[in-house]
Nanobody, 115 residues
Framework: QVQLVESGGGLVEPGGSLRLSCAAP????????MGWYRQAPGKQRELVAM???????AYGDSVKGRFTISRDNGKKIMWLQMNSLKPEDTAVYYC?????????WGQGTQVTVSS
């Protein structure tokens, strides 16, 4: 069973920054694609960013230029650095891992951007 442990959410003012972390100690980390999705109330879950096994990255249009995804295969941790946060970034953020054609999800961490 692959467990994903998220941390780093919270309340931040518009224009501020947060960094989310996702640890996957039991996963075949270096052979997994990973990423972040988010879901705001009343909306569908959407891709925020992903980083594949070959380190190629993809971002949702609304976060390009503001968010940066990275990973450390040795430590089995993935990060999402979020800068210039906007109120519309408010959502529950979920860590995602794909290995062996199976998807795994974290429990979610709340990010609230408000003054």
């Amino acid at each position: 069973q692959v467990q994903l442990v998220e941390s780093g959410g919270g309340l931040v003012e518009p224009g501020g920054s947060l960094r989310l972390s996702c640890a996957a100690p039991a996963a075949s980390f270096r052979f997994s694609s990973m990423g972040w999705y988010r879901q705001a109330p009343g909306k569908q879950r959407e891709l925020v960013a992903m980083i594949k096994v070959d380190a190629t990255m993809a971002y949702g249009d609304s976060v390009k230029g503001r968010f940066t995804i990275s990973r450390d295969n040795g430590k089995k941790i993935m990060w999402l650095q979020m800068n210039s946060l906007k109120p519309e970034d408010t959502a529950v953020y979920y860590c995602w891992l794909n290995f062996g054609r199976r998807d795994y999800w974290g429990q979610g961490t709340q990010v609230t951007v408000s003054s």
